[in-house]
């Protein structure tokens, strides 16, 4: 990730806060996992061109591309999305969280998800076993709390 000032970071916060989603990226392969594994996912959709080219360059980390499914109505402007994940969505939210507003909870949240190496996996009834376990318990709990924080529609006032 570049070095951004601070009032680029604040600027990237409001963009993030307004129009993007701070979340989890789940991938799986059970030829060699044992578990899926979570990483941190920023991304930015919106039909302003602009706003995503200046992320990605401002940033110099994460993609941008069109989605495969881009507006069906004529009259809709096509998007472009920008996406970062792993290290990067995590230097991202660690650099912006000081102004982030509306998903700040959500970023702390993220930034909480333990991270974990494939190798702590051991075999079932050693404690190498059991620490993976639990480490990836603890990750489903988070993945499933930031979904819920997610999730459209009326919140409940708290």
Same mark, same amino acid.
């Given at each position: 990730?570049? !070095?951004?000032? %601070? $009032? &680029?970071?604040?600027?990237?916060?409001?963009?993030?806060?307004? !129009?993007?989603?701070? $979340?989890?990226?789940?991938?799986?392969?059970?030829?060699?996992?044992? =578990?899926? $594994?979570?990483?941190?996912?920023?991304?930015?959709?919106?039909? %302003?061109?602009?706003?995503?080219?200046?992320?990605?360059?401002?940033?110099?980390?994460?993609?941008?591309?069109?989605?495969?499914?881009?507006?069906?109505?004529?009259?809709?402007?096509?998007?472009?999305?920008? &996406?970062?994940?792993?290290? %990067?969505? =995590?230097?991202?939210?660690?650099?912006?969280?000081?102004?982030?507003?509306?998903?700040? !909870?959500?970023?702390? $949240?993220?930034?909480?998800?333990? &991270?974990?190496?494939?190798?702590?996996?051991?075999?079932?009834?050693? &404690?190498?076993?059991? %620490?993976?376990?639990?480490?990836? !318990?603890?990750?489903?709990?988070?993945?499933? =709390?930031?979904?819920?924080?997610?999730?459209?529609?009326?919140?409940?006032?708290?």
């Amino acid at each position: 990730m570049n !070095e951004i000032t %601070d $009032t &680029q970071a604040a600027y990237i916060a409001g963009i993030i806060d307004g !129009e993007g989603c701070v $979340t989890f990226a789940k991938s799986f392969n059970p030829k060699t996992q044992k =578990r899926p $594994t979570f990483k941190a996912l920023v991304l930015c959709v919106n039909t %302003d061109h602009g706003v995503i080219d200046y992320l990605h360059q401002t940033l110099g980390c994460g993609i941008t591309y069109k989605p495969k499914k881009n507006p069906t109505n004529p009259r809709w402007n096509p998007l472009l999305r920008y &996406q970062a994940s792993s290290g %990067d969505a =995590r230097d991202i939210l660690r650099r912006i969280r000081p102004y982030m507003i509306i998903k700040g !909870e959500i970023a702390d $949240t993220v930034l909480s998800l333990p &991270q974990r190496n494939r190798t702590y996996w051991g075999k079932p009834g050693t &404690q190498r076993y059991a %620490d993976g376990m639990a480490v990836y !318990e603890e990750q489903l709990a988070i993945v499933a =709390r930031v979904r819920a924080m997610n999730k459209r529609g009326v919140k409940d006032a708290a």
